[in-house]
C-alpha cells in the first residue's frame, strides 16, 4: 500500500514510518509546498483531519492521502490549546520575549495560564487525528493520544512544541527528556497511525471482498 503523506513535517514523517510495516510505503505528496494550504478552521482535530485529507487527495488522482491535525489538549483549560496548539500565543498576542521562537512563546503563554492551577490537577494528552482520502473522499479515521502531565517549567532542551512541559508519569521524565526509541513507543502520531492503517485495511478488505 502506498500513502501519499500531506505534510512536510519530518517528525511526523518519522512518527508514521516508525508504526508503518514493510508493506506500506510513505510518500511525501509531491510538490507539497507549491500547493496553497487550505483553512484550518474546524472547532476538532478530526475535523480538520478530514478537511486536509479530502483537500490534498484532489492533488493526487486516484490515490490515498493521508493528513493529520494534532495538538495538547489541557483538562483544566477545557481542552485548550487544542486545535489552536500552534498558534496558542499568537491568537492572545501573547508577543514576550520578542527573542523567543513560537515554541518557547506557546510554552510561556500556557504557564501563565496554569499559574493557580495545582499540579495534581494538570493532567494533559497529546491528541493526533488521521484522515486518509482518496479523490475527495475519506476512506479511514485513526485517533492517537499520550497522556500526561503539564510541569511548571520546561525540561530538556530537544522538545518541539510542548515536550518540555509535558511530563510522563511512567517514565518520570518530559517528552523532550526521553531517547528517541522511547519516544517513538508512546507517540500520539504514531499510535493514530496504527488507528489508520487498522480502519484503512479493514475497509479496503471488506470492498474488495464484495
Not at 509546498?33 to 478530526?46: G, H, M, N, R, S
Not at 523567543?100 to 494533559?124: F, M
Not at 528517541?180 to 496504527?194: C, D, M, V, W
Request: aromatic share 6%.
Amino acid at each position: 500500500m502506498n500513502l501519499f503523506v500531506a505534510t512536510t513535517n519530518p517528525g511526523k514523517l518519522r512518527d508514521f514510518a516508525a508504526t508503518a510495516s514493510p508493506q506500506i510505503t510513505l510518500t511525501p505528496l509531491p510538490n507539497l509546498k507549491q500547493i496553497p494550504a487550505p483553512a484550518e478552521d474546524e472547532p476538532t482535530f478530526e475535523g480538520n483531519a478530514r478537511l486536509k485529507a479530502i483537500f490534498y487527495s484532489h492533488h493526487a488522482p486516484n490515490e490515498i492521502v493521508i493528513a493529520d491535525d494534532s495538538g495538547l489538549e489541557v483538562d483544566a483549560l477545557h481542552g485548550a490549546p487544542g486545535v489552536r496548539s500552534a498558534r496558542y500565543a499568537d491568537d492572545h498576542h501573547f508577543t514576550e520575549p520578542a527573542n523567543a521562537t513560537t515554541d518557547e512563546r506557546n510554552n510561556l503563554y500556557l504557564i501563565s495560564n496554569l499559574t493557580d492551577i495545582p499540579l495534581t490537577q494538570r493532567s494533559a494528552r497529546y491528541h493526533c487525528v488521521l484522515a486518509a482520502a482518496r479523490n475527495g473522499h475519506i476512506l479511514a479515521i485513526g485517533h492517537g493520544a499520550v497522556e500526561g502531565e503539564v510541569l511548571t517549567a520546561p525540561r530538556g532542551t530537544d522538545g518541539f512544541g510542548y515536550d518540555p512541559l509535558f511530563y510522563l508519569p511512567a517514565q518520570n521524565k518530559t517528552m523532550a527528556e526521553l531517547d528517541i526509541a522511547t519516544k517513538l513507543t508512546l507517540s500520539h502520531r504514531g499510535r493514530a497511525f496504527a488507528a489508520l492503517i487498522a480502519e484503512l485495511n479493514s475497509g479496503l478488505h471488506s470492498h474488495s471482498s464484495r
